[in-house]
């Protein structure tokens, strides 16, 4: 039976932690009336104790916990424990450490999605594809607009601040969502983030940023593009605000970049959420997207075009495809096991949110006037005569 323990453990962890998820998934509107709160003050706690690290704590916990293992198994092998006992007590460790995030943090993927947050309506008006045209035109426009007013290198390439510079300035966009625009939701903790260690490692697998709900720590690889760094900042401090799913963290990155006062974070913000509309106007297959799709591109300016073949290559050339294979693969199950069914795909499902928020803070505030002249007014006279005629007509 001692032989057991270990797995009995890890079981009982296990259903604990499916116990969790069953009972948010099934009382959602319970959850989100005081969950992501308590998470919030956990996380704030944690970010403001770990911030006197300039380092992320987490990593060194994780070298830690590596040596750990490893020395667990060096002292199996010494003192000839059982190899079925060591492992259901390695297991339940594991299992720990998952129902410990589970109650931590994962429950936030059962909260209240960010758009009834910031009151936004998902109801889009339009008739196929025309309304993601009109939504991914205007951010092309904007992308073009900011892209001639971001500092430049004699190259053409931005220049950037420093990644601590880069960081601190983030807080701003956040402030102001908060205390101009009235969304609370966005009122955590805006300590900076950290750099990501062992940057090269996380490049080779498209890692941009990870946020750890143990210490509290939001952190960003800093070889990424300069175009893409505030947004991913930004992406990161949403996580640590508790913001846990990947379409929401997106689209809070675009509100926060967008609403700072930064060229720079602004030009970023409307950049990635162009990348976001723009691959998912092209990968619909009628010709009106492929057509709408071909002339967005002709008509990005050429700092646009110089920040996306910077982008891309930094990719192409960093990127190792069995790193990506795998890293891809775990943060799918994560993101999954956490209550999230659609995976890696959460990432690109920000163009729905960025579609609604177009068509409700900008396109419809532009036609109001137009929706007010073509409204029906029942005293109207030639109005309705000319509808009686034309319902005449039709008899």
């Known amino acids: 039976m001692k032989y057991w323990r270990g797995y009995i453990v890890a079981a009982a962890l296990l259903l604990l932690s499916f116990g969790l998820t069953q009972f948010a998934a099934s009382n959602e509107a319970l959850v989100d009336m005081f969950y992501p709160y308590i998470t919030r003050l956990i996380q704030d706690t944690l970010a403001v104790w770990t911030a006197e690290a300039a380092f992320c704590l987490w990593q060194v916990l994780a070298i830690v916990l590596i040596v750990l ?3 667990s198994i060096v002292a199996m092998v010494l003192l000839k424990w059982n190899v079925i006992q060591w492992l259901g007590w390695v297991l339940s460790f594991a299992c720990l450490l998952w129902c410990a995030h589970t109650g931590l943090y994962g429950l936030n993927y059962y909260a209240g999605p ?3 947050d910031i009151r936004l309506n998902m109801v889009v008006v339009g008739d196929g594809d025309t309304p993601l045209i009109k939504a991914t035109t205007y951010l092309q426009e904007k992308t073009n607009e900011l892209a001639l007013q971001v500092p430049r290198n004699p190259d053409g390439s931005i220049q950037a601040p420093t990644f601590r510079e880069s ?4 807080a701003e966009g956040f402030h102001n969502l908060v205390y101009q625009q009235n969304y609370s939701v966005f009122s955590g903790v805006t300590t900076p983030v950290k750099e990501l260690g062992w940057a090269g490692m996380y490049s080779s697998m498209g890692i941009t940023g990870v946020t750890m709900p ?5 952190a960003v690889n800093p070889d990424i593009p300069a175009v893409s760094l505030p947004f991913t900042i930004c992406h990161e401090m949403a996580h640590r605000m508790c913001i846990a799913p990947e379409r929401d963290a997106n689209l809070a990155a675009f ?6 006062s930064d060229p720079i974070y602004q030009y970023s913000g409307y950049f990635m959420a162009f990348r976001y509309c723009y691959n998912s106007l092209a990968s619909i297959s009628t010709s009106t997207a492929a057509n709408a799709a071909n002339k967005l591109y002709e008509g990005l300016n050429e700092q646009v075009r110089k920040d996306l073949a910077n982008y891309q290559a930094y990719y192409q050339e960093t990127l190792d495809p069995q790193a990506v294979g795998f890293a891809d693969t775990v943060n799918d199950a994560y993101i999954q096991a956490s209550g999230d069914e659609s995976g890696i795909r959460s ?7 960025l579609l609604s928020w177009y068509w409700q803070e900008i396109y419809l505030p532009a036609h109001v006037d137009d929706e007010e002249e073509n409204a029906f007014d029942p005293f109207d006279e030639e109005y309705v005569f000319e509808e009686g005629l034309e319902a005449d007509k039709k008899k």
């Open 69 to 71: 293992f490893l020395a």
């Open 167 to 170: 960081a601190e300035q983030a």
């Open 255 to 260: 509100l926060a970049s967008t609403a700072n």
């Open 214 to 218: 143990f210490t509290g720590e939001a």
């Open 114 to 116: 960010l758009a009834e």
């Open 347 to 353: 990432y690109g499902e920000v163009t729905d949110l």
